[in-house]
Each structure stands twice: as structure tokens, then as C-alpha cells.
């Protein structure tokens, strides 16, 4: 059974940073693309950052230099380190694995980002 939670989500100012991690459990980690997605209320679901097996990296366009992925195999973590955010960078953070064309989804964390 696949499991992803998330943890670090938390209230923070504008211009601060908060680092999120997901622990993974129920697959081969190493070998699965991970990501971060992200709902603002009201609006979609979207991709934040995706991380490949082999560490290769894509962000959405709002977040390119401000936030980093990341994942370290021997812990099955995929972390997200989020600087300079902003009040929109407020939503619902969801860990996300991709599986043999599955998505599964972690219930998400938090982010709030005062102004």
C-alpha cells in the first residue's frame, strides 16, 4: 500500500522559508518520479516541482529560483525548500508519486503566507 505524508507546512511572512518533506512508503522510491503539487483556493491543483529518478528537476515558472526540490533515496524523503515566499504561494501542498501511470497523492500540508 502506498503511503506519502507530508509535514512542514506552517504560517510564515512574506519573504520567508519553509522546507517540506514527504516520507514515502509501499513503493521502490528510488526509481519513481516524485513531485510537489500545490491547490490555492478556488483554483486548480498545479504542478510546483518534479523530481526524476535520476534527479532531474522542473519547477513551475512562478516558483524557478525560489524554490528547490529535492530527494534522498536512503530515507525515501522528497523535500521542497521554499524561500522568498510570497502570499500567493498560499495553498494546500500535496506530495505526489507517479507510478506506472498512477498518480498517488499524500492529504497534503498547509502553506499560509502572510503578507
Known amino acids: 500500500q502506498v503511503q506519502l505524508v507530508e509535514s512542514g507546512g506552517g504560517l510564515v511572512q512574506a519573504g520567508g522559508s519553509l522546507r517540506l518533506s514527504c516520507v514515502a512508503s509501499?513503493?521502490?522510491?528510488?526509481?519513481?518520479?516524485m513531485g510537489w503539487y500545490r491547490q490555492a483556493p478556488g483554483k486548480q491543483r498545479e504542478l510546483v516541482a518534479g523530481?526524476?529518478?535520476?534527479?532531474?528537476?522542473n519547477y513551475a515558472d512562478s516558483v524557478k529560483g525560489r524554490f528547490t526540490i529535492s530527494r534522498d533515496n536512503a530515507k525515501n524523503t522528497v523535500y521542497l525548500q521554499m524561500d522568498s515566499l510570497k502570499p500567493e504561494d498560499t495553498a494546500v501542498y500535496y506530495c505526489?508519486?507517479?507510478?506506472?501511470?498512477?498518480?498517488?497523492w499524500g492529504k497534503g500540508t498547509l502553506v499560509t503566507v502572510s503578507s
Open positions: 505526489n508519486a507517479h507510478i506506472f501511470g498512477t498518480h498517488y
Open positions: 509501499g513503493i521502490i522510491f528510488s526509481i519513481n518520479p
Open positions: 523530481i526524476g529518478n535520476g534527479g532531474i528537476t
